[in-house]
């Protein structure tokens, strides 16, 4: 994770946006106060997988996620 925050420092500042809370998932994004960077983050506390964004750019995840979709009690994190 530190190697993730070196490669984006912007996360420092970001603006943090709850994009779903459900009983078993959640969706964070954060994004840069200045520019255009921003990640997603995608927890799936469930025992089935998640739908992403088909657009997803999959940066880090565990476990390895099967296509498009956070595993199940899984998390993803995507740029955009």
């Avoid at 995608?42 to 739908?51: C, E, V």
């Avoid at 964004?53 to 955009?80: K, S």
């Amino acid at each position: 994770m530190i190697g993730f925050r070196r490669h984006h420092p912007w996360l420092v500042d970001g603006v943090l946006e709850i994009e779903l809370v459900e009983k078993a998932r959640l969706v964070v994004r954060s994004r840069a106060r200045h520019g255009q960077e921003a990640l997603t983050l995608a927890l799936n506390l469930g025992s089935t997988s998640m739908p992403l964004n088909d657009a997803a750019e999959v940066l880090e995840a565990q476990p390895a996620p099967p296509g498009t979709a956070a595993p199940p009690h899984g998390w993803v994190v995507t740029a955009g």
